[in-house]
Nanobody
């Protein structure tokens, strides 16, 4: 199976920042959407942010104004810049890539916001 390589998670204090990255295999084609989901303990996985093939962006209300999704087409990589982090942002963050034929998921990276 194709692998999405995530990095950038870690422990940060409230108000701090983290930058997540997700590099997709060069072999992946016909990408429709790249995005980020998160899953907190005892919670269902939820959408955080997404960027379409047309470069339109969508954010969850809970992160709007604090998180920024971007992409680097040359590197086949999507990023999530997370600022003003709150304890409620604590979760495992998953990269997602949707093509015409399949949806791919990263392995997940832990983000913990705590003092």
């Amino acid at each position: 199976q194709v692998r999405l390589v995530e990095s950038g998670g870690g422990l940060v204090q409230p108000g701090g920042s983290l930058r997540l990255s997700c590099a997709a295999s060069r072999s992946i084609s016909s990408i429709m959407v790249m995005g980020w989901y998160r899953q907190a303990p005892g919670k269902e996985r939820e959408s955080v942010a997404a960027i379409t093939t047309g470069a339109a962006t969508v954010y969850a209300d809970s992160v709007k104004g604090r998180f920024t999704i971007s992409r680097d087409n040359a590197k086949n990589t999507v990023y999530l810049q997370m600022n003003s982090l709150k304890p409620e942002d604590t979760a495992v963050y998953y990269c997602m890539v949707r093509t015409l034929s399949q949806t791919y998921w990263g392995q997940g990276t832990q983000v913990t916001v705590s003092s």
